[in-house]
């Protein structure tokens, strides 16, 4: 059985970090990419970061250079830094994967993803 599970949300003042993570079982995690996406009640989920087994980064540009995320494969575990927080960055943060055959060449959308976790909140006060 395919899980995500999701870890390290909670309530951070603006400006704080927090780090996610993200437990993967039930697939090859060498075939697959995960990602991070977020999602506020009443809007659509966005592409927040994803990584492919090889390494390969992206990021959606409104948390360049404020959040980096980071995999182990021997543990397959997938994490998310998030620094500088802003209050807009308060959503349901949701761990994905997709099946790659070679390596992620852009942030995927929701929509390609095969796989969710259940979901974290991050909450950001001002």
């Known amino acids: 059985e395919v899980q995500l599970v999701e870890s390290g949300g909670g309530l951070v003042q603006a400006g704080g970090s927090l780090r996610l993570s993200c437990a993967a079982s039930?697939?090859?995690?060498?075939?697959?990419?995960i990602g991070w996406y977020r999602q506020v009640p009443g809007k659509e989920r966005e592409g927040v970061s994803a990584i492919s087994s090889d390494g390969s980064a992206y990021y959606a540009d409104s948390v360049k250079d404020r959040f980096t995320i980071s995999s182990d494969n021997a543990k397959r575990a997938v994490y998310l830094e998030m620094s500088s927080l802003q209050p807009e960055d308060t959503a349901i943060y949701y761990c994905a994967a997709v099946s790659v055959l070679t390596r992620l060449w852009m942030l995927p959308s929701p929509d390609a993803m095969d796989y969710w976790g259940k979901g974290t909140l991050v909450t950001v006060s001002s």
């Open positions: 039930g697939f090859s995690f060498d075939d697959y990419a």
